[in-house]
């Protein structure tokens, strides 16, 4: 016996269809790429950095490649050079250097230290030999200089040394002359007397104090006037004096010499006379 439906009401009415078929999955075609064409890359968010270290590792052999030929045709730079840059390009106040020059000037040494090293170089027989050497020389230059200066009064002196200084005055082209000592000549007398209107006549005593020859000095006669004016003057040599050119020691010479005034206006003023000894 059927059951009796159940009473109609109101509900959603369900209908159920039928499912489709998927159509089936065909396998991937593989394509071999063409030349020059880029490999099919999924769309997938990539790191930057992941990036960046790839394509450096990438270009690391061509790299390596480009620093080897570099190195190979340039030689590295040595550790001046390095260390000239590095100062020229900082500024003096933080380098504490003021040039690069100042790289390769060695530090100084101690001054008891350069002391030392003079000790010891001059303590070398040899070269102790040279001072000596060139000490003596110099010494030697000295002495012939002072001799050959003081040549007169060594001369005149120690008369066993003129061989000697002849010697040195031939090669040093002077000449020997006899002794000026103006201090050791004295006019013991003298006179200027008249013997007619334009002749006169001086009388001369000279002596010498000194106690070897020395050489006869030249004398100035000068006449005055009233008011004791110079009115003339002349020089008489020893060779116009009639008198030899040495004077031997403690000696003593005397003349009288002739003198005639041209001028009669001048005659007319002598009144006094004048007379000094010396070594022109």
């Not at 190979?72 to 003096?92: F, M, T």
């Not at 002391?115 to 110099?138: D, H, I, N, T």
């Not at 003129?162 to 013991?188: E, F, H, S």
Request: charged letters at 20%; glycine letters at 2%.
């Amino acid at each position: 016996m059927s059951e009796p439906e159940p009473p109609a009401t109101d509900r959603e009415t369900v209908i159920t269809l039928p499912v489709p078929l998927e159509p089936p999955v065909a396998a991937p075609a593989v394509v071999s790429p063409q030349a020059g064409a880029k490999p099919l890359v999924p769309d997938v968010e990539v790191d930057p950095v992941d990036a960046f270290m790839q394509e450096a590792l990438a270009e690391l052999p061509e790299t390596a490649d480009k620093l080897s030929v570099a190195m190979l045709q340039e030689p590295p730079p040595s550790i001046e050079q390095e260390l000239a840059a590095w100062v020229a390009d900082r500024p003096n106040s933080q380098s504490g250097l003021s040039s690069p020059a100042m790289l390769d000037s060695e530090p100084e040494e101690p001054d008891f230290v350069q002391e030392a090293r003079r000790k010891a170089f001059s303590q070398r027989p040899l070269v102790r030999f040279f001072m000596v050497m060139a000490g003596l020389a110099l010494v030697a230059v000295l002495a012939g200089q002072w001799i050959v200066h003081d040549r007169d009064r060594i001369a005149a002196f120690e008369p066993r040394a003129r061989p000697l200084i002849d010697w040195l005055c031939q090669r040093a082209g002077c000449t020997i002359a006899p002794l000026k000592q103006i201090d050791a000549i004295v006019i013991d007398s003298s006179s200027f007397k008249k013997d007619r209107d334009n002749a006169y006549h001086l009388n001369l005593v000279i002596k010498s104090s000194a106690t070897v020859a020395i050489a006869m000095p030249s004398v100035e006669l000068t006449l005055t006037d009233a008011q004791d004016q110079p009115v003339l003057r002349r020089v008489l040599t020893p060779a116009e004096m009639g008198a030899a050119a040495v004077m031997a020691p403690l000696g003593e010479w005397s003349a009288s010499l002739p003198i005639s005034v041209a001028a009669d206006n001048v005659a007319t003023r002598i009144s006094g006379y004048r007379v000094i000894a010396f070594y022109p």
